[in-house]
């Protein structure tokens, strides 16, 4: 039976507050006691958190913040950003998370756009951002939090802007995704349903909170399973490892390249996990393998979206996977491949991924796209239909759904396409490779040639033994033609690549013959 209108709100929100102050509902009512959060700085049970997220909210008010206004935060991992957010979200302001890893003009560009009416940020950041914006320093910040009285009464919408997610920015300048308090609980609802998640649960996650995927895929989905919240500070395979085994984690997600890390060092600790996931970009199948011999755990591997929010599609409980496949689509969602036309293509075809809410199901209707883009102090609607991922890829009979590339950064060398990720996936499964990119490289000829960055360890392979490799497994047209080894490619705090600049790192290539062949 479909849920809507108010029915299907109660089922997102709990039983009781409406919104996201209604995710801690039932854990209130069956275990207050209970650890909610864990950070650097604590811990703090379900009843904390609650007064906690109250006393902020009564501090944003304080501050003149209201239903709408933008809050911007950019503080690590731990109880602070978790209980900013909850405040925000029971006064019905806006949420904008800010990286601590962003340069600082790139941080100013998020706070122009964005335009908030208060920035809470540790006291370094504070001093950086100068008088433009109303930056408070976190000291004074859990000062006004401890001091402050009852938060006043918000008929909060749970359809309204709540936050402000800006897309990695890795092909250009960051967006502004608008979703709403909906569309931010059900994917842990989703989760934790689907998986059979409850009080047992310790989730574990190291990347940033000020990504809002992260924040509803941590304290959201914890809250709505009862479990606990566990906020790693360090990013390192040792630093994860530590955090994992001081803390019980049964559940953590990281990115490739962490999991890489952890398999070549098979550091003690992991014994609790019962569950790892790989997101925010390809994992290689090797990578996979390395890190279920070291730990006996196959990694589950995932597809999501900042416009979803979250997870599209991830590999099901156990060891069932489906190479190269993403995972089974969610049951919520509807993803479906479409040709350049717009219609759907038989399953198994590839096109580009297009997400709509699922038609039947528990979950029927229940999905909303964004509500749109901010743009100019006001969000821009979202445009009707399915939301077009940008992505090529297909779905089959079962539900599998398997990702090719990004349509935007197909190569077309002389009328062809060539798509990176099928190389980058080649070159990854290569002994001594521990980081590749493969882009388009403007040419007068051919409209773009193939360029490739590689991390890799020369005592283990070469350039020329990656030529090779891929001389042995792709068309000729595919090969990459301009090469060069990089320290490190140029990651974003999602582990992916940032790929603006990148045939600025190439040197300049030798003068070519205009009969070269294609």
């Given at each position: 039976?479909?849920?809507?209108?108010?029915?299907?709100?109660?089922?997102?929100?709990?039983?009781?507050?409406?919104?996201i102050?209604?995710v801690?509902?039932?854990?209130?009512?069956?275990?207050?006691?209970?650890?909610?959060?864990?950070?650097?700085?604590?811990?703090?049970?379900?009843?904390?958190?609650?007064?906690?997220?109250?006393?902020?909210?009564?501090?944003?008010?304080?501050?003149?913040?209201?239903?709408?206004?933008?809050?911007?935060?950019?503080?690590?991992?731990?109880?602070?950003?978790?209980?900013?957010?909850?405040?925000?979200?029971?006064?019905?302001?806006?949420?904008?998370?800010?990286?601590?890893?962003?340069?600082?003009p790139?941080?100013?560009?998020?706070?122009?756009?964005?335009?908030?009416?208060?920035?809470?940020?540790?006291?370094?950041?504070?001093?950086?951002?100068?008088?433009?914006?109303?930056?408070?320093?976190?000291?004074?910040?859990?000062?006004?939090?401890?001091?402050?009285?009852?938060?006043?009464?918000?008929?909060?919408?749970?359809?309204?802007?709540?936050?402000?997610?800006?897309?990695?920015?890795?092909?250009?300048?960051?967006?502004?995704?608008?979703?709403?308090?909906?569309?931010?609980?059900?994917?842990?609802?989703?989760?934790?349903?689907?998986?059979?998640?409850?009080?047992?649960?310790?989730?574990?996650?190291?990347?940033?909170?000020?990504?809002?995927?992260?924040?509803?895929l941590?304290?959201?989905?914890?809250?709505?399973?009862?479990?606990?919240?566990?906020?790693?500070?360090?990013?390192?395979?040792?630093?994860?490892?530590?955090?994992?085994?001081?803390?019980?984690?049964?559940?953590?997600?990281g990115?490739?390249?962490?999991?890489?890390?952890?398999?070549?060092?098979?550091?003690?600790?992991?014994?609790?996990?019962?569950?790892?996931?790989?997101?925010?970009?390809?994992?290689?199948?090797?990578?996979?393998?390395?890190?279920?011999?070291?730990?006996?755990?196959?990694?589950?591997?995932?597809?999501?979206?900042?416009?979803?929010?979250?997870?599209?599609?991830i590999?099901?409980?156990?060891?069932?996977?489906?190479?190269?496949?993403?995972?089974?689509?969610?049951?919520?969602?509807?993803?479906?491949?479409l040709?350049?036309?717009?219609?759907?293509?038989?399953?198994?075809?590839?096109?580009?991924?297009?997400?709509?809410?699922?038609?039947?199901?528990?979950w029927?209707?229940?999905?909303?796209?964004?509500?749109?883009?901010?743009?100019?102090?006001?969000?821009?609607?979202?445009?009707?239909?399915?939301?077009?991922?940008?992505?090529?890829?297909?779905?089959?009979?079962?539900?599998?759904?398997?990702?090719?590339?990004?349509?935007?950064?197909?190569?077309?060398?002389?009328?062809?396409?060539?798509?990176?990720?099928e190389?980058?996936?080649?070159?990854?499964?290569?002994?001594?490779?521990?980081?590749?990119?493969?882009?388009?490289?403007?040419?007068?000829?051919?409209?773009?040639?193939?360029?490739?960055?590689?991390?890799?360890?020369?005592?283990?392979?070469?350039?020329?033994?990656?030529?090779?490799?891929?001389?042995?497994q792709?068309?000729?047209?595919?090969?990459?033609?301009?090469?060069?080894?990089?320290?490190?490619?140029?990651?974003?705090?999602?582990?992916?690549?940032?790929?603006?600049?990148?045939?600025?790192?190439?040197?300049?290539?030798?003068?070519?013959?205009?009969?070269?062949?294609?």
């Open positions: 039976m479909s849920l809507t209108g108010s029915e299907a709100d109660a089922t997102v929100t709990g039983t009781g507050r409406p919104g102050a209604g801690l509902d039932r854990a209130l009512s069956e275990r207050p006691g209970a650890v909610a959060v864990v950070g650097r700085s604590g811990e703090l049970t379900y009843a904390e958190l609650d007064a906690a997220a109250d006393r902020a909210a009564a501090a944003f008010s304080e501050l003149g913040v209201g239903p709408g206004d933008r809050v911007a935060v950019c503080l690590p991992n731990d109880l602070d950003i978790v209980i900013a957010f909850h405040g925000a979200m029971r006064l019905g302001a806006i949420w904008t998370g800010v990286g601590e890893a962003l340069a600082v790139e941080k100013r560009r998020l706070l122009e756009d964005g335009a908030p009416s208060i920035v809470i940020a540790l006291p370094g950041v504070a001093a950086e951002l100068g008088d433009r914006w109303r930056a408070v320093a976190l000291p004074l910040w859990r000062s006004l939090v401890a001091a402050a009285g009852r938060p006043p009464a918000v008929d909060v919408d749970v359809h309204a802007p709540a936050a402000i997610a800006y897309t990695s920015g890795t092909t250009g300048l960051p967006r502004g995704i608008v979703h709403s308090q909906h569309n931010l609980l059900l994917p842990g609802e989703v989760l934790v349903t689907t998986r059979g998640w409850g009080p047992e649960l310790r989730k574990g996650d190291c990347l940033p909170l000020t990504i809002l995927n992260m924040m509803v941590t304290t959201l989905l914890t809250a709505r399973a009862g479990g606990v919240c566990v906020l790693m500070d360090r990013r390192d395979a040792e630093g994860v490892a530590e955090w994992i085994g001081d803390h019980g984690v049964t559940h953590w997600n990115v490739a390249a962490q999991l890489r890390d952890l398999a070549r060092r098979r550091l003690p600790g992991l014994a609790c996990l019962r569950e790892v996931w790989s997101g925010g970009a390809d994992c290689p199948e090797e990578v996979r393998t390395a890190f279920a011999d070291a730990y006996g755990l196959v990694p589950r591997t995932t597809y999501g979206l900042t416009e979803a929010p979250t997870v599209v599609a590999d099901p409980v156990g060891d069932r996977h489906a190479a190269p496949a993403s995972g089974l689509v969610l049951g919520h969602l509807l993803v479906r491949a040709d350049d036309a717009g219609e759907a293509l038989p399953p198994g075809r590839v096109g580009e991924l297009c997400v709509s809410a699922r038609p039947d199901g528990p029927a209707g229940r999905w909303r796209p964004p509500l749109g883009v901010w743009s100019g102090g006001a969000v821009e609607p979202w445009p009707p239909g399915p939301l077009r991922t940008g992505d090529l890829g297909s779905v089959d009979d079962d539900g599998w759904l398997r990702v090719v590339d990004r349509r935007k950064l197909v190569i077309v060398r002389g009328g062809a396409n060539v798509y990176p990720a190389i980058e996936r080649i070159l990854l499964a290569q002994p001594g490779v521990t980081g590749a990119v493969v882009f388009g490289v403007p040419d007068d000829r051919l409209g773009e040639r193939v360029g490739c960055l590689v991390e890799l360890d020369p005592a283990a392979t070469s350039l020329e033994e990656l030529r090779g490799v891929c001389s042995t792709l068309a000729r047209y595919k090969v990459p033609e301009r090469w060069a080894t990089v320290a490190a490619l140029p990651r974003n705090a999602m582990g992916k690549v940032v790929r603006t600049g990148l045939p600025s790192l190439l040197p300049v290539p030798p003068k070519r013959e205009e009969r070269e062949p294609c």
